[in-house]
């Protein structure tokens, strides 16, 4: 079955400490991997997706695909970076998410 | 900067009631998405316009939902009767193509509460 699993609910850090969303996927085939943010009192938005292969805001994420993992990624945390992250999966032109991690940056 | 829209933002009906809910996707955008999603989980996709024709609906409780993209610009969702496990944030999205790699831009949502 086509799954994204984020095990994390809830991932409290303080600011200036390393951030690693996990995102673990179960899909046949060879899927497109996303991260989409959402904001307080904004609209769920794309972050980054991996096969532009970039960094956005600090953030990079990894395909291991040994691992069936997407791990998203930034050394120093900044207060902003308080958001709802959603990992998903592309295949057969449909997106399949997860259930989202809230990232917390305390000051 | 371009927008998808959505409306009401905000629903609170009875169950047995009908409900509807309207997108209009950023222009030039040939998919539509509506993705309902569940307090404490991710979107998940009902249906999925090209154009103006169905492409994907196998999540679609037909039985009750129904979805229209008639002229293949704005959308129409609708329930009926609306029961107390529809109440969900239902998710507009569109995009250029509907291909996987595609970016998908999504509305504010439309709060759907059922009494």
């Known amino acids: 079955a086509q799954r994204v699993t984020q095990p994390e609910k809830l991932l409290s850090v303080f600011k200036g400490a390393p951030v690693e969303l996990k995102c673990n996927y179960s899909y046949s085939g060879s899927p497109e991997l996303f991260w989409y943010v959402q904001y307080s009192r904004q609209r769920l938005q794309l972050l980054l997706r991996?096969?532009s292969r970039e960094s956005i805001k600090g953030f990079t994420a990894d395909l291991n695909k040994g691992e069936t993992s997407f791990h998203l990624k930034k050394p120093f945390a900044q207060e902003e970076d308080s958001a709802m992250y959603y990992c998903?999966?592309?295949?057969?032109?449909?997106?399949?998410f997860g259930a989202g991690t809230r990232l917390a940056v305390h000051p | 900067e371009a927008e998808v829209a959505q409306s009401p933002r905000y629903k609170i009906t009875e169950k047995s009631q009908a409900v509807a809910f309207w997108c209009d996707p950023i222009?030039?955008?040939?998919?539509l998405y509506w993705y309902r999603q569940i307090l404490g989980q991710g979107p998940e996709l009902l249906v999925q316009f090209q154009d103006e024709s169905v492409v994907d609906d196998s999540q679609l409780p037909k039985d009750r939902f129904s979805a229209e993209r008639l002229k293949g610009v704005d959308s129409t969702l609708k329930i009926q009767p609306a029961e107390l496990g529809d109440s969900a944030m239902y998710l507009c999205a569109s995009s250029f193509s509907g291909a996987s790699t595609d970016t998908q831009y999504f509305g504010p949502g439309t709060r759907l509460t059922v009494l």
């Open positions: 222009s030039g955008h040939a998919t």
């Open positions: 998903a999966v592309g295949g057969y032109n449909k997106l399949i």
């Open positions: 991996h096969i």
